[in-house]
């Protein structure tokens, strides 16, 4: 790697300034001192931002959570409060990387981190979104890629964490200069679908501060298919929210990661499964709005029944009922 300052900021207003546009703050570090590592990024400082105040917490408010974004994954996995009240951000924690990561890695690292391309990552190839002008896995090897993308690049967003605060209607809290911008998850993202350059909306020297959940309790589930059990990324992950009234289900929202530079949501799907009981037909109805404009490339075309029974399985999962049994 190359030579960089290393520097530890106090407070926000002193991590903003010590911050350039050739610079990088520093959390976990899980992503961040791979991609130096390997030159992918080649940071003339790193700005440590561990212990910016208020930035370590979980707190449960008035109207919902308040995650701060320097709280570790197994923090936000063990927390006894999102286990009973939001189970589906403690089953999505869990399921990030390895203890260690867990242990290490942050919140706002998990939502921010950037491709996992082989192509983006690799030191001897410049592709598309890391300045070159062709996105390699469109016509070379792109099992792990997107089945939608608004731009050339098909790097999938892989956040665990993403996907359920979708379906929660979570905002980003971001420090831009002097402003602060509340970011759902679908503008957090928003840019890496049009520009094939970006991993997400933030800019150089955006701080991530907290993230706000609006909702103290409700129902929520997350799954996801890896290639292994354990230490894996999501081939294809689901996230599910709503009410439970009876046998119905209202303010029902469904998200999948990892098919898509954005959190993928349909809204089509959401307005369908709105005050519906969830059933074998119904699941898989929803599914199909859900997967209906999906373009696979040559390689991950297997994604498309994959999303299409983890939908399934996700949303039987929501309404409590059994999914071990053969899906048609």
């Not at 530890?8 to 959390?27: H, I, P, V």
């Not at 369908?272 to 699941?283: G, Q």
Request: hydrophobic share 40%; with cysteine.
């Amino acid at each position: 790697m190359k030579a960089f300052q290393y520097v530890t900021a106090s407070n926000t207003e002193r991590a903003l300034q010590l911050c350039g546009k050739k610079d990088k703050f520093l959390a976990g570090g899980t992503d961040l001192l791979g991609e130096i590592k390997d030159y992918v990024s080649q940071p003339g400082r790193l700005v440590n931002i561990k212990k910016l105040p208020g930035t370590r917490e979980i707190v449960e408010t008035e109207d919902g959570w308040k995650l701060g974004a320097n709280v570790t994954i197994a923090e936000i996995a063990s927390h006894a409060g999102l286990q009973k009240n939001l189970p589906g951000v403690a089953e999505a924690a869990a399921l990030v990387g390895s203890p260690q990561i867990r242990n290490m890695g942050t919140l706002a690292g998990n939502l921010a981190q950037h491709s996992r391309c082989w192509y983006y990552r690799h030191r001897d190839v410049q592709c598309l979104k890391n300045g070159g002008a062709r996105c390699y896995a469109r016509e070379a090897e792109n099992k792990y890629h997107s089945l939608f993308s608004g731009n050339p690049c098909i790097s999938p967003v892989v956040s665990n964490l993403a996907v359920i605060l979708a379906t929660l209607n979570a905002s980003v809290n971001v420090q831009r200069g002097k402003k602060i911008l509340n970011l759902k998850m679908g503008e957090f993202y928003m840019n890496a679908w049009f520009n094939p350059y970006a991993h997400h909306s933030l800019q150089s020297a955006d701080l991530i501060l907290h993230i706000e959940i609006p909702v103290r309790a409700r129902p929520c589930v997350y799954m996801q298919v890896s290639e292994k059990t354990d230490f894996d990324w999501a081939l294809v992950s689901c996230a599910a929210a709503g009410e439970l009234k009876g046998n119905t289900l209202q303010n029902v929202r469904v998200a999948l990661g990892a098919i898509s530079p954005l959190v993928h949501e349909v809204e089509e799907a959401n307005e369908f499964l709105e005050n519906k009981e969830i059933d074998r037909r119904t699941a898989n109805m929803a599914a199909e709005i859900i997967l209906r404009e999906a373009v696979p490339m040559e390689h991950n075309g297997y994604k498309v029944p994959m999303a299409r029974a983890i939908i399934h399985r996700t949303l039987l999962k929501l309404a409590g009922k059994n999914f071990d049994e053969k899906i048609s």
